[in-house]
């Protein structure tokens, strides 16, 4: 990333997707994904090999993945959660470039969605790694409940970078800071920043942030000033956790690209056409209104 770039990663096909209670077809996502890349995405989540029964809507990953294959370039990485080995393997085996394993700065939330302690996932996740090394597949940690928890409530400031050090001795590259369920306000966003920016080297920290409390905006924009230069968001602003009651969606793409490009920033997306892919999805596949502040100001037409 150059000095003014932000690295974006679209996580709209897996974080906004995952919580739909009706299924969509495996063609949609394949052709929301594709949108996406042609809009100027980079980074795009697309799919999370996980547990069918805990998360039906995710279970075509495969198949989303493998509908890809043409759209595939040298500047596309795509992604995946996995939770476990055999979530890996069938990562590799749908040719990602990037993988997600996935804990948490609380343990009663890590016990509900992955139905471990965050000690075991950790343990969970060496032999993973290990996969990913031989495959060279870049490893991303995310740490969900950063800025608080359901189960928990208030979680401490430093426990995120706790986490994210420890992640780190087993071999993640980059880590995913999240405010799961979009309880943070910008002062405790840069004080739990500045905490991950101790454990870890400021390059390789993301922040992922739900927009629940209409702050993810000004959280972005605080950790922005710590020096964060790649966040989560997800076209729409669709999206929620399964194992978050409550949570909604994830910051909009189109909400965050409109305001770093106002602030000079290079994204590498086209918001005009993002507007478009949001639009279309929001109405004519989930038949709901269009979620993004900035894509419904925008949309003209
Ligand atoms: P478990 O029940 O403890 O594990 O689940 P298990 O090993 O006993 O497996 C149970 C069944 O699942 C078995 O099948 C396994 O084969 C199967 P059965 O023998 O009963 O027929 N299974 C799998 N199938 C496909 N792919 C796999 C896999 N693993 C096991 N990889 C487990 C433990 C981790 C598997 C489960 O808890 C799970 O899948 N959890 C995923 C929950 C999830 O996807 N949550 C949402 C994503 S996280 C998120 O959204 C937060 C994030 O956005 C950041 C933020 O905002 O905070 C990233
Ligand atoms: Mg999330």
């Known amino acids: 990333v150059g000095a003014h770039a932000v690295s974006l990663v679209e996580v709209g096909p897996r974080d906004g997707l995952q919580n739909e209670q009706a299924p969509i077809s495996t063609a949609d996502k394949i052709e929301l994904c594709k949108r996406l890349l042609a809009a100027g995405v980079t980074r795009l ?34 992604s995946a959660l996995v939770p476990n080995v055999k979530g890996m393997e069938a990562a590799i085996e749908a040719g990602v470039q990037e993988v997600v394993v996935f804990t948490a700065a609380s343990e009663a939330f890590t016990q509900k969605n992955i139905n471990c302690t965050i000690a075991d996932s950790i343990e969970r996740f060496k032999p993973v790694i290990e996969l990913a090394r031989q495959h060279q597949v870049h490893v991303r940690g995310s740490i969900s409940c950063a800025l608080g928890c359901p189960y928990e409530g208030p979680i401490p400031v430093g ?21 799961t369920i979009g309880v943070g306000t910008p002062g405790q966003t840069r004080a739990v920043f500045e905490a991950v920016a101790k454990a870890v080297p400021l390059h390789s920290v993301a922040g992922h942030f739900h927009d629940t409390y209409g702050q993810a905006l000004a959280n972005i924009l605080a950790a922005l000033d710590v020096g964060v230069r790649t966040f989560h968001s997800s076209v729409a602003g669709l999206g929620g956790c399964p194992y978050a009651k409550g949570a909604t969606g994830n910051v909009a793409t189109e909400d965050v690209v409109y305001m770093l490009h106002g602030m000079g920033y290079d994204t590498g997306v086209d918001l005009n056409a993002l507007v478009d892919v949001g639009q279309w999805f929001s109405t004519a596949v989930l038949a709901r209104p269009y979620g993004s502040r900035a894509g419904r100001a925008l949309w003209t037409r």
């Open 45 to 78: 989540e697309a799919a999370a090999f996980v547990s069918p029964k805990w998360v039906p809507q995710m279970a075509d990953g495969a198949h989303v993945l493998a509908g890809l294959n043409g759209f595939r370039h040298s500047e596309v990485s795509l």
């Open 159 to 179: 426990r995120a970078g706790d986490v994210a050090r420890r992640l780190a001795d087993v071999g993640v590259q980059e880590f995913d800071v999240a405010d």
